[in-house]
């Protein structure tokens, strides 16, 4: 059983910046394709960004491209989520989720463990 754990969320003006971390425990965390996700309010939870399990790959969704960046440091069992020049329309829980698989999924139903999530606010 994996256990997921995010922090760094909180209330930023637009253009500013945040790191979110996810630090994951009960699996040996190489194993494990890592990603993040949002929910803004009042809509479905979105694909954010995927990294492999090397960190060597990584993906984004089309609206965060160029503006956010996945990392994992795997001797500390982490995933981390640097988010610059940040909007409003980012705003949302932010989740981060992990699948024992090389696959880099951008779906939730395939992933098999989350965190419970943290909150990011950005305000105009």
């Known amino acids: 059983q994996v256990q997921l754990v995010e922090s760094g969320g909180g209330l930023v003006q637009a253009g500013g910046s945040l790191r979110l971390s996810c630090v994951a425990s009960?699996?040996?965390?190489?194993?494990?394709?890592m990603a993040w996700f949002r929910q803004p309010p009042g809509k479905e939870r979105e694909y954010v960004a995927v990294i492999s399990r090397s960190g060597n790959i990584r993906d984004y969704a089309g609206s965060v491209k160029g503006r956010f960046t996945i990392s994992r440091d795997n001797a500390k069992n982490t995933v981390y989520l640097q988010m610059n020049n940040l909007k409003p329309e980012d705003t949302g829980v932010y989740y981060c989720?992990?699948?024992?698989?090389?696959?880099?999924?951008?779906?939730?139903?395939?992933?098999?463990?989350w965190g419970q999530g943290t909150q990011v606010t950005v305000s105009s």
């Open positions: 009960g699996h040996t965390f190489i194993s494990l394709t």
């Open positions: 989720a992990a699948k024992e698989s090389s696959a880099l999924f951008t779906d939730t139903p395939n992933y098999d463990y």
